[in-house]
């Protein structure tokens, strides 16, 4: 009888180390639980957020391509007013501006030149 009291107690022994373990375990996966809601509501928060700008930038971005709509209209409506180009076999065109621009310089720094030596 001595022998199976021992054993009984033994027996009580272990199971009481093994729900001792048990509740650590569980205590640790609460804990554990708990830092793993706390990042997941973190990580909503900040994807509430980041859809928030997302938004908004979507906002400006439409908002700039309604402006740049509306000043390709007016740029249309002022290009449509200016005299039309000539043609490239008439004499005066833009290469020829720009070909008597130094021209100009030229003449114009000769009359400085002249001044200078006077």
């Given at each position: 009888m001595l022998t199976e009291l021992e054993t009984l107690s033994q027996n009580i022994g272990r199971l009481i180390a093994i729900s001792q373990r048990h509740n650590e375990a569980?205590?640790?996966l609460?804990?554990?639980?708990?830092?793993?809601?706390a990042e997941a509501e973190a990580t909503r928060a900040e994807l509430a957020q980041m859809r928030e700008e997302r938004d908004a930038l979507q906002a400006e971005r439409d908002a700039l391509s309604a402006k740049i709509d509306d000043a390709q209209v007016r740029l249309n409506a002022i290009l449509e007013k200016l005299?039309?180009?000539r043609a490239h076999n008439e004499p005066d065109n833009q290469l020829d501006l720009l070909e008597a621009a130094p021209q100009e310089e030229e003449a114009g720094n000769a009359v400085t030149r002249h001044g200078e030596n006077a």
């Open positions: 569980r205590q640790a609460e804990t554990q639980l708990a830092q793993v809601r005299p039309r180009a």
